[in-house]
């Protein structure tokens, strides 16, 4: 087994909006701050440190934008505790009118998962990932077919 047959956390969800809405809607923190984080320190752009602030929990996290292509896609990588994971973030349209979003985030493992002692709790990992970008997306794809903000991000883990 290669990393590249590594379990990923996968999500898609079509959002029937055109791919230039769905694409800037994720790299303008004016429009994402509506959806899913609280704040950010910049646009989503290559070469670029940010933070996103999700003020409802109190966490912020720092993103490494790795690679921006405009309308394709979007690469970063960030910090889950003491794993760093590449995030890709794809674009793809199915009609002028709608957008179909998969997120694929990776690197839990470095060497076989059979092999790692932490095996059980990054698999725990790994479902809480895969949750958290279903719900982002559910909630972007709320925000941007009807305006409207489900809190689908703050009421998952309400205080």
Do not use: C
């Not at 429009?31 to 409802?56: H, L």
């Not at 932490?118 to 925000?143: P, T, V």
């Amino acid at each position: 087994m290669n990393n590249n047959t590594y379990p990923v956390v996968s999500a898609g969800m079509l959002i029937r909006k055109p791919i230039a809405e769905v694409f800037e809607a994720m790299v303008n923190p004016d429009i994402t701050s509506k959806f899913w984080f609280t704040r950010s320190s910049g646009r989503v752009e290559a070469g670029k440190t940010i933070e996103w602030e999700w003020g409802q929990f109190g966490i912020k996290d720092t993103v490494d934008i790795l690679e921006v292509k405009l309308n394709e896609m979007i690469s970063l990588n960030w910090q889950l505790g003491d794993i760093t994971t590449t995030v890709e973030m794809h674009f793809k349209p199915k009609s002028e009118e709608t957008t179909f979003v998969r997120v694929d985030e990776k690197g839990f493992w470095s060497t076989n998962p059979k092999e790692d002692k932490r095996l059980e709790e990054k698999i725990g990992l790994m479902l809480g990932q895969n949750g958290g970008w279903n719900l982002a997306l559910a909630s972007m794809k709320s925000w941007l077919e009807h305006g409207v903000d489900l809190n689908l991000i703050a009421d998952h883990s309400p205080a």
